[in-house]
Structure formats: C-alpha cells, structure tokens
C-alpha cells in the first residue's frame, strides 16, 4: 500500500469498523433496555408485521375471556334467582300439603292462606325485579324468546366465535308465565283454570301476574280450601272432601319441574361458557408463548452481543488513533 497524506485508507477501515461496533454496541443496549429484540420495523420486517398482529389477538383474547365471564355472571344471576323461586315454590306446596290433611279449621287455613298469598306476590316481585345490567331476566320480555343472548367469546364474526344463550332461559317465570301453558296433571280431575274459578269466581289465569287482588289470591285460595267472599272480602271454608289442596299440589309440582328444568339448561350453558373460557386462556397462553419468542430478548445472547461489540468498539477506538498517526511517518522520507 502506497504511503499517502491527503488519503488516509487504514483511518476510513477503522472508522467503518468503530462505527459498526457503536452501532452494534446501541442496538444491544436498546434489545436489553427495552426487553425487546425487535424495536423496529427495520430489525425483523416480517416479526414485527407478525407481532404486531399477535398483539392485536391477545387483547381481543382478553376481551372475550371478559365476555365470557360476564356471560357466566350473567347465567349465576339467573340461577340464583330460580333458586329463590324453588325455595318460595317449596314452602307454599309445604302449606298446601298441610291445609290437605283435613285436620285445621278456617281460621288455621286462613293463616296458612295468608302466607302462601305474601309468597305468591314476592314470586311475582322477584321476576319484576331480576336483571343483570339492565337486561330483565324472568319477565319474557327482556331478551328475545327466538334470538335469545349472544355472547361473543371468539375474536371473529363468526358462528364458531359465539355462544347463544337460547330464549327459553328466561322467559317469563311469573305465575302466569308458568302456569299459562302447562299441561293439566294426569291425575287432576280440574283444570287450573276451574279450581282459579272454584276459589273465586272472576278469576283467570291470565290475571295470575297482572291482578294481584284476582287471580293470586284465588290460587292462594285453592291451595288452603278456602272460597273468597267478594261481599265482604273475607274468606270461608269451601264445601266438599277437600281434595282442592291436593290436586293444588300437581300444578306446584308443574311449576317446580318447570323452574328445575330451566336451570339445568343454564347449567349446561355455564358449562359451555366455562369451558369456552379454558379454551381462551389456552389460546391466549399459546400465542403469549410465541409472542415471547419472536419478540423478547434473550439476555444471555444479547449481553454476549453487547461484550463483543464494546471490546470491537475499543480496539477499533484505538486502531484509529494509531491509523491517523500513519501520515506522520512521511514526513521522516523529507
């Protein structure tokens, strides 16, 4: 190589190499601050692109699994509330078996009849009442009885994406709501609707959840043997063998069937959502996974990355102070 003052070739070598080794030494330094070894589109254009869409997945992932879980709160508020009516449900067929027996006067039958009468009304009170952010859940109205409740526990607008909670779950669960189209016990020898009649004479299914003062009260009625008298709105013991309270007892055990088979189809709708939650937490882990290792930096690697490029960086550091003294040396040839 021919010695030279106005080019310095050995001086450009050094600092090519001490500027690739700066460099090298701050892309270690940002993958290991960060945590990241891809910062840029430009450090690995096709895993940026591709974690940047993982990204993406995991926090719709997160939003589905949240879906799903209100979903399942959802279904427990129903639940729960049927509860409540199978335990109201239980204790007036309790009382209609005990005014049954033949063994109490009026007055006994009218005690019994005045706390099925406050259980028969709080029936209807709870399903008024019972919703879940705003959406009535035993009223027949608050959710579409054909469509029913989608829950969108998948990431696409797809079928597979979406669990649909049928109608039927919660339609109506008032008296009337149960009793309107319930099938007469085989064993019955009087409709409901006679027995509503019996009890009081302008009563009708219909009036089981809109007129309190009709229908609730002659259902309470029936169930204790007792006749209303509208002259003086007081109550007496109807005439017959009192078979009235026992056949009372099929059109209980109806509603009691009726709310028992509801929730068990909301049990296998919490099952669908548990497990639709599993399989999120499952996919969510998995991409979590491949995330980190597309996008996360290995310390140990980088860090060796980062020793090799400060050592490179001082050699070439020095290397150059030695390169640009070279021209100096011409000056001894004059």
């Known amino acids: 190589m021919a010695l030279t003052i106005n080019t310095n070739i050995s001086s450009l070598i050094a600092q090519r190499n001490l500027a690739n080794a700066t460099a090298a030494l701050n892309t270690s330094l940002e993958r290991m601050s960060t945590g990241y070894k891809i910062n840029h589109a430009g450090d690995n254009a096709a895993g940026y692109s ?121 339609s109506d669960a008032s008296l009337k709501g149960l009793y309107t189209n319930m099938a007469q016990p085989a064993d019955n020898t009087k409709s409901l609707a006679q027995m509503l009649a019996g009890a009081k004479s302008d009563a009708t299914i219909a009036d089981l959840k809109a007129n309190a003062n009709k229908s609730i009260e002659a259902f309470a009625a029936a169930c204790t043997h007792l006749k209303f008298n509208s002259s003086n709105d007081g109550y007496w013991l109807q005439d017959g063998d009192g078979l009235l309270p026992k056949e009372m007892l099929g059109y209980l055990d109806g509603a009691l069937n009726e709310i028992s088979n509801r929730v068990t189809s909301i049990g296998a709708a919490q099952n669908r959502v548990t497990s639709a939650i599993s399989a999120l937490d499952v996919q969510s882990q998995n991409i979590t996974s491949s995330l980190s290792t597309l996008r996360d930096t290995d310390v140990a690697e980088e860090s060796s990355n980062y020793i090799q490029a400060q050592i490179l960086q001082q050699a070439s550091a020095t290397l150059l102070a030695t390169a640009n003294q070279m021209p100096s040396i011409a000056i001894n040839l004059l």
Do not use: C, P
């Open 50 to 170: 591709i974690s940047k869409m993982w990204v993406t997945q995991l926090g719709s992932l997160d939003v589905a699994a949240d879906n799903a879980a209100i979903g399942a709160d959802l279904l427990t508020t129903a639940e729960d509330t049927y509860g409540l009516l199978t335990s109201h449900f239980q204790r007036i067929r309790d009382l209609t078996e005990q005014a049954a027996n033949g063994t109490y006067g009026s007055a006994s039958l009218k005690a019994i009849h005045s706390e099925i009468l406050a259980r028969l009304n709080e029936i209807n009170r709870i399903t008024d009442n019972a919703e879940f952010n705003g959406i009535t859940l035993m009223d027949g109205e608050g959710i579409d009885s054909t469509d029913g409740l989608n829950l969108q526990v998948g990431l696409y607008a797809t079928d597979s994406s979406v669990i649909n909670l049928a109608g039927s779950l919660f």
